[in-house]
Nanobody, 117 residues
Framework: QVQLVEFGGGLVQDGGSLRLSCAAS????????MGWYRQAPGKQRELVAT???????NYAASVKGRFTISRVNSKNTVYLQMNSLKPEDTAVYYC???????????WGQGTQVTVSS
């Protein structure tokens, strides 16, 4: 069983920055994808950014150039540096990890990010 613990949400002004982190406890193997998704009130959950164990990244068009995802494999930890935040980035951000063997798919409890205008 894998548990994901997220840190770093909060309230920030328009144009500000936040850094989210997510640590996975337990074994996630060496072939996985970790990432961040978000869900705003009344909207579906959407991809923000993902990174594979090999370092391949994928970003939503709405955050490309403003957000950066990174990971430390030895710590089973993924980070999301969010710059130039906008009110429309306001959402609950969820960490996810999926991969092999299994396959497996786990979610964190979510952390609130609020950007005030």
């Amino acid at each position: 069983q894998v548990q994901l613990v997220e840190f770093g949400g909060g309230l920030v002004q328009d144009g500000g920055s936040l850094r989210l982190s997510c640590a996975a406890s337990g074994s996630i193997g060496s072939n996985y994808r970790m990432g961040w998704y978000r869900q705003a009130p009344g909207k579906q959950r959407e991809l923000v950014a993902t990174i594979t164990s090999a370092g391949w990244t994928n970003y939503a068009a709405s955050v490309k150039g403003r957000f950066t995802i990174s990971r430390v494999n030895s710590k089973n930890t993924v980070y999301l540096q969010m710059n130039s935040l906008k009110p429309e980035d306001t959402a609950v951000y969820y960490c996810n990890v999926n991969g092999l063997p299994g396959p497996y798919d786990y979610w964190g409890q979510g952390t609130q990010v609020t950007v005030s205008s």
